[in-house]
């Protein structure tokens, strides 16, 4: 590692703080509007770390290194981190008097579209913090699908798009200049948000609540404007677009940028995306139809909540219609293991996501075959494509640190003095970035505000991990990594 990669990553890190900074004026005008006085707050906060930036920016201004892995690295960390500290300012600041380990702790739920939060009183919160908060969601979406779609792959830590990419001929590739991929991707997210603004609005939800809902699904983020989520509209049509939007959200973006702009229906064919629809449909049906026979709760109605609550946990959104704790046992198993899942790679959800579950039963398999007979050959595919060596290791190794931090990090909380469900829960609920753990205390009815502030600590350095696809962060650990 040289000064100049230092620099430049310096350079880097300060212009995307000016774009930040201008951010903070979008929930300030809601404030104006309103006539909350925290507007303020956003204009202070907007003003200092804009100058600030704009001040480091000038100062590191300079030559590009060669773009390599190192500075990959370098760069990721240094920019969610920056994301991290600037988006909890406005929330230290605010008159809701946080503290420095709440600010941190929401701004980083937010900015990695985890949807945990230490706030109560939304119903009566300025619209301004709750624009905050959906706003740097919607953002953190942006980031997290190009961090999957293009930095990961080059870094070779995840992304599906490894797949098809480098592996694929030419002619597979989704588009051949990043430009045209980059300006396809914003129309498809900004035109998803829209009509996902549209159908809320139209199913019954105010504009401003609507608005709010759809930057937090669209993002698969979770926060709500309100303390009971979903469940304070509890309507049927609504809880339906929010099942359909937080699943299409939950998709490979490449792959809906080709249906969208191409009309490719053959990129539907994507092995993961049939496995996720699948456990999706299996794991609703279960869980309804449990709810109905346990509960005598109506058919239409007990499905309708489990497809909404399921898509909500496996898009890691973390929304929540209802406490599903309640419904049985069985139900809160189900959740606890559909936390682990996520969504597909390439796209705003989290978990261990579809496409390692495709590797590792390909895998697997292939493993078995070959006690039978020993000297055969069976290469693992993914759909058409061979996956090779390296990309199999990296499956396993990242799925090998995901449960050790889990269990490291389980360990920490009852250290802490939190029971067994809460510890467990809370740290697999950040580190797969779903948002609502299982207990009393941080299940779909409470929320993390009591959690002491070590813990806070500990749990938004598992949502900064679990984002960042762990091994991303875990490499700046090795000595070998700041040697020149």
Not at 67 to 93: C, E, H, T
Not at 168 to 179: H, I, R, V, W
Not at 239 to 260: E, K
Not at 471 to 484: A, Q
Request: aromatic share 14%.
């Amino acid at each position: 590692m040289n000064a100049n990669q230092f620099r430049s990553s310096i350079y880097i890190v300060a212009l995307c703080g000016i774009y930040l900074s201008a951010a903070m004026f979008v929930p300030a005008l809601f404030d104006l509007y309103y006539g909350q006085p925290d507007w303020q707050i956003f204009v202070l906060s907007g003003v200092m770390v804009g100058g600030l930036s704009l001040a480091s920016a000038m100062a590191t201004r300079g030559a590009m290194p060669v773009f390599n892995k190192r500075l990959g690295f370098l760069l990721v960390n240094m920019l969610w981190a920056l994301f991290s500290v600037v988006g909890a300012i406005p929330f230290y600041l605010s008159t809701l008097k946080l503290s420095f380990a709440q600010s941190l702790f929401e701004s980083i739920s937010a900015i990695t579209t985890t949807g945990s939060t230490v706030l109560v009183g939304l119903d009566s919160m300025p619209p301004g913090i709750l624009m905050w908060r959906s706003l740097l969601h919607w953002l953190g979406g942006i980031g997290i699908v190009a961090l999957g779609l293009f930095v990961l792959p080059f870094l070779r830590v995840g992304g599906m798009s490894f797949f098809k990419m480098e592996s694929s001929d030419t002619n597979d590739k989704p588009f051949a200049k990043l430009a045209s991929f980059t300006r396809a991707f914003m129309a498809v997210y900004v035109g998803i948000t829209v009509l996902c603004t549209i159908a809320y609005d139209w199913a019954g939800m105010g504009h401003f609540d609507a608005l709010n809902h759809a930057m937090a699904t669209v993002a698969t983020g979770g926060f709500s404007t309100h303390d009971a989520s979903f469940g304070y509209f509890n309507s049927i049509p609504l809880m339906w677009a929010g099942t359909v939007f937080m699943t299409l959200s939950s998709l490979p973006f490449s792959i809906l940028i080709l249906f969208a702009v191409r009309r490719r229906l053959d990129s539907l064919r994507d092995p993961q995306v049939g496995f996720f629809l699948g456990y999706l449909t299996l794991f609703s049906l279960m869980a309804g139809v449990y709810h109905h026979v346990r509960n005598g709760v109506d058919l239409p109605v007990a499905l309708t909540h489990s497809f909404f609550n399921v898509s909500s946990i496996l898009s890691t959104t973390g929304f929540a219609s209802e406490d599903y704790t309640l419904w049985g046992p069985f139900v809160v198993a189900l959740a606890l293991f559909a936390t682990f899942m996520g969504g597909c790679s390439g796209s705003t959800a989290g978990g261990i996501k579809a496409y390692r579950f495709v590797i590792i039963f390909n895998v697997v398999r292939s493993g078995l075959k070959k006690l039978i007979y020993p000297n055969a050959i069976y290469p693992v595919r993914y759909g058409q494509a061979t996956v090779d060596a390296d990309v199999q290791r990296g499956v396993f190794l990242f799925v090998s640190l995901y449960i050790f931090l889990w269990a490291v990090g389980s360990l920490g909380m009852a250290l802490l003095g939190y029971d067994f469900a809460t510890s467990v829960s809370a740290v697999i609920t950040c580190l797969s970035n779903v948002g609502p753990g299982i207990g009393h205390i941080i299940g779909p009815a409470g929320n993390f505000s009591t959690i002491s502030e070590p813990a806070l600590y500990l749990l938004s350095l598992m949502m900064l991990l679990g984002r960042l696809e762990v091994l991303t962060v875990m490499v700046l650990l090795l000595p070998i990594f700041w040697r020149n």
